[in-house]
């Protein structure tokens, strides 16, 4: 080998070993943007109003990257920021990926699926159980939430199963202070990583009849930590 190829390669080994220090640098929210773009196959589309899902349609984002534009939110944790889907009864959302600024998420009104779905960074919050029926999340993905990520608004059936979130404050809250309403919901086969975070709890609700059934749960979080259910008659209980 020449001395000027000998030099090349050494060059090209310099800036390999800059870049990798680099990005390790930024840990563990340079890993899980990075899972994030990886599967990424579809091009960035724009958002400036909410998009509706007509009653009983599918939406298949085919993986494209939705980008809520300002008029939505900014993505804090200020109220009142709009949605960037809005799924009437019995709509589907399914092969999306919600980017930054991530606004009020997903408002279900009833029966949805949502299946196939990454927020690369929650807003105020992921998805708001908006009307009641069942609503399924099934393999889905959520990253940097700053608090909550699924709101439940109203009485409904909420599973969430086979899905990953990562960064979070609770996974799930039934709104505060509600007494009366009843929700169902059911957790399987789901992971919640607690890398470098302090979550207050996976799941809170102030309702005494809201039952919580659960299996296959992966989490570093120590169990007594997993449920706030402070009023007598919540049911929590695997399955
Ligand atoms: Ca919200
Ligand atoms: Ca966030």
Redesign the pocket.
């Known amino acids: 080998m020449k001395r000027k190829q000998i030099f090349a390669l050494a060059l090209m080994a310099t800036a390999f070993a800059t870049g990798c220090s680099k990005s390790n640098e930024q840990l563990p929210e340079t890993i899980a943007k990075a899972e994030a773009s990886e599967a990424r196959a579809g091009v960035v589309i724009s958002v400036p109003a909410t998009i509706r899902v007509a009653a009983g349609k599918t939406f298949d984002g085919h993986n494209d990257i939705y980008k809520a534009t300002s008029a939505l939110g900014d993505g804090s944790q200020d109220?009142g920021?709009k949605p960037v889907f809005r799924l009437e009864k019995g709509a589907k959302l399914i092969n999306v990926r919600i980017a930054f600024p991530g606004c009020?998420?997903v408002h279900c009104y009833g029966d949805n699926l949502i299946s196939n779905v990454t927020w690369e960074d929650v807003g105020?919050?992921a998805l708001?159980m908006k009307a009641g029926g069942n609503i399924t999340i099934d393999n889905c993905r959520a990253y940097f939430a700053t608090d909550k990520v699924f709101?439940l608004s109203s009485a409904g059936k909420f599973t969430l199963k086979n899905s990953t979130i990562k960064t979070f404050g609770k996974i799930m809250r039934q709104i505060g202070g509600d007494t009366k309403n009843t929700c169902e919901i059911i957790i399987d086969n789901c992971t919640f990583d607690i890398t470098g975070q302090k979550p207050t709890c996976l799941v809170q609700s102030d309702s005494p009849t809201t039952t919580l059934r659960y299996r296959g749960i992966k989490t570093a979080l120590a169990s007594d930590k997993w449920w706030r259910f402070p009023n007598v008659g919540s049911q929590v209980k695997p399955f």
Do not use: F, K, L, Y
Request: proline letters at 0%; aromatic letters at 0%.
């Open positions: 109220e920021q009020d998420g105020e919050d708001t709101m």
